[in-house]
């Protein structure tokens, strides 16, 4: 029997340049890519908020219910947000519900993943820079 060819860069012990851990770390089955696992989970958020919201409870919120239960609610005033394109879970001007929704919840999830990833990237300029 023939031993099997070395990957290149590869010493007879098995080192590689970097050392064992970086091989380790490389060759893990069943490892993904940050960029695998970010696409799959916006995919996943974006299911979860224009698909399976449609069946989500028409119950007052948590916060909601406790500002019942406590007398608080008569105080809610109109804020900024109040005439917005998306206020209460709808799309202004979308007649139907189930595509105000869903709309609304695409949106919303678009929004909340780009400020993560503009954040992602400032920090990691920044660390780029204080490791300069």
Same mark, same amino acid.
């Given at each position: 029997?023939?031993?099997? @060819? !070395? @990957?290149?860069?590869?010493?007879?012990?098995?080192? *590689?340049?970097?050392? $064992?851990?970086?091989?380790?770390?490389?060759? /893990? @089955?069943? !490892?993904?890519?940050?960029?695998?696992? *970010?696409?799959?989970? =916006?995919?996943?958020? =974006? =299911?979860?908020?224009?698909?399976?919201?449609?069946? +989500?409870?028409?119950?007052?919120?948590? =916060?909601?219910?406790? +500002?019942? +239960?406590? &007398?608080?609610?008569?105080?809610?005033? @109109?804020?900024?947000? $109040? &005439?917005?394109?998306?206020?209460?879970?709808?799309?202004?001007?979308?007649h139907n519900t189930w595509l105000s929704v869903a709309i609304a919840g695409f949106a919303g999830c678009?929004?909340?993943?780009?400020?993560?990833?503009?954040?992602? !990237?400032?920090?990691?300029?920044?660390?780029?820079?204080?490791? /300069?």
């Amino acid at each position: 029997m023939s031993t099997p @060819p !070395r @990957p290149s860069g590869q010493s007879p012990s098995g080192q *590689t340049p970097f050392g $064992d851990a970086t091989a380790t770390a490389i060759a /893990a @089955p069943g !490892r993904i890519s940050t960029r695998t696992f *970010t696409i799959g989970a =916006l995919i996943a958020a =974006l =299911l979860i908020a224009c698909v399976i919201s449609l069946w +989500a409870s028409s119950s007052p919120d948590g =916060l909601e219910f406790v +500002a019942a +239960a406590t &007398g608080f609610e008569k105080a809610a005033a @109109p804020h900024a947000m $109040d &005439g917005s394109a998306l206020a209460g879970y709808e799309t202004a001007g979308v007649h139907n519900t189930w595509l105000s929704v869903a709309i609304a919840g695409f949106a919303g999830c678009l929004v909340t993943f780009a400020i993560a990833w503009v954040i992602g !990237r400032l920090t990691k300029r920044r660390a780029a820079r204080a490791g /300069a």
